[in-house]
């Protein structure tokens, strides 16, 4: 476990709401675990008025960048951002160096996060050998070492026999395949979404169908062996609808959206803002008003941060020539909230089960809960509380976000895994 942090034996954390139940509650948490009576006098009360307890939050999608880039992110100082972020698990995409795609990373990638001791790392592994997209990788030993699910994400597979193959091998093995839907034969060389702003500011654009191309491809392959899939990142309305469709036709689809695609569009990238640059690219009111939808009626199971740090002079370039991707870990659950949840258009307690039982059940792990028995794995959040986000305070090696100076409620003051803090505010 981390030093940064003492560790208590017993805690009292005394009339908090619980954010699943709106209950005011306390909670006791003795030997690591939730507790109904503490067997003696706390080691430390923790005032909660004011302040809504959550389960342990978990990012089923995450780049964390160890091995090979630590320039720009390492598990340790990745694992510490998703702590304040309100994380006790995040899952580790396999496009780093060497790839994620043997026995080796993915328990190098668990050991590596336990000796830190701020947050689990959940280590997906990769469907082929070198992110090729050629051969499939060692499923079986990697699922065997720990690794959660199988994605090529970064790239899409672009061979639906590969894709085929994958799913009913890891199936196997118990586990899903996670599908980064981009057809290259048309995104290829797009910087933005194609449409307006991409014809205004004299970009190439990457079509929405680029998008719901694979996703119909791979909900259709799912459908065809009858066994799981998870879609990536869902941007596009049309994207939305396929999934809904293929749910309503009893295919084993589950997905996945980021708080950038419910909060901002295409828009964002105007004046050649590298830092709204990101794969799937923004796309229009209308798709992210189809995103919130898909949220509310459960089309989109799960809320997830693609975290995906860079370093500052890979975003500092010219705009075709930048990276995609955006970090955030710190800031997800305050978009969730102050977008959707202080908006009205998603309960806070389906906010919370998009972002704790759905990726616990995608990865077949224990739901967690603020509950007698289980583990101690909760953060503490201030709803009432506005704050102006400043990626210059972020313990991410990265700064490269656009939500830095937007003002959001629901940071999380105190963040604990185990029994253990592993974010405080002070
Ligand atoms: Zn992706
Ligand atoms: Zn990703």
Redesign the pocket.
């Known amino acids: 476990m981390n030093n940064e942090y003492p560790f208590y034996n017993r805690v009292l954390i005394k009339e908090v709401i619980n954010g699943l139940t709106g209950e005011l509650t306390d909670l006791a948490v003795e030997d690591g675990v939730f507790v109904a009576e503490l067997t003696g006098e706390p080691d430390r009360v923790i005032e909660g008025a004011g302040l809504t307890a959550l389960p342990g939050l978990i990012d089923a999608?995450?780049?964390l960048r160890d091995p090979g880039f630590e320039y720009r992110e390492d598990i340790v100082s990745g694992t510490r951002a998703a702590a304040r972020g309100g994380f006790t698990a995040v899952a580790a995409?396999p496009?780093t160096i060497p790839v994620a795609d043997s026995a080796p990373v993915i328990r190098y990638m668990i050991e590596k996060a336990g000796q830190a001791g701020y947050c689990r790392v959940l280590p997906i592994g990769a469907v082929t050998k070198g992110q090729k997209g050629e051969e499939i990788a060692e499923i079986g030993f990697m699922a065997e070492a720990g690794a959660v699910a199988f994605s090529d994400?970064?790239k899409p597979v672009s061979a639906a026999g590969i894709v085929r193959t994958a799913i009913e091998y890891a199936s196997y093995f118990d586990r899903v395949v996670i599908s980064?839907c981009e057809d290259l034969s048309l995104a290829a060389g797009g910087v933005i979404n194609e449409g307006i702003v991409s014809t205004e500011m004299g970009l190439r654009g990457i079509p929405s169908i680029a998008e719901d191309i694979q996703i119909d491809r791979d909900t259709r392959i799912a459908e065809y062996s009858g066994l799981p899939v998870h879609i990536?990142?869902v941007s596009t309305a049309n994207g939305v609808e396929i999934i809904r469709q293929a749910k309503a036709r009893g295919v084993k689809v589950t997905a996945e959206t980021c708080p950038h695609y419910f909060t901002l569009t295409e828009e964002a990238v105007r004046g050649f803002h590298t830092m709204a640059k990101v794969?799937p690219p923004l796309r229009e009111e209308s798709d992210r008003l189809a995103v919130i939808e898909g949220l509310r009626d459960g089309t989109l199971d799960m809320i997830v941060t693609?975290h995906?740090p860079h370093h500052e002079d890979e975003k500092d370039c010219e705009f075709s020539l930048a990276n995609n991707?955006m970090i955030g870990l710190e800031t997800c659950f305050p978009l969730v909230y102050t977008v959707l949840v202080k908006t009205g258009l998603l309960s806070l307690r389906d906010a919370i089960l998009k972002m704790t039982e759905a990726p616990a059940r995608l990865f077949r792990l224990p739901v967690p809960a603020l509950a007698a028995g289980e583990p101690a794995d909760l953060t503490l959040v201030d709803l009432g509380r506005e704050i102006v986000y400043d990626v210059s305070e972020s313990l991410s090696k990265a700064r490269n976000t656009p939500f830095s100076g937007m003002a959001l409620y629901g940071f999380p003051v105190l963040t604990m895994m185990a029994g253990h803090t592993t974010w405080e505010q002070v």
Do not use: V
Request: proline content about 0%.
């Open positions: 999608h995450a780049h995409m496009n994400d970064g980064h990536a990142h794969n693609d995906a991707g």
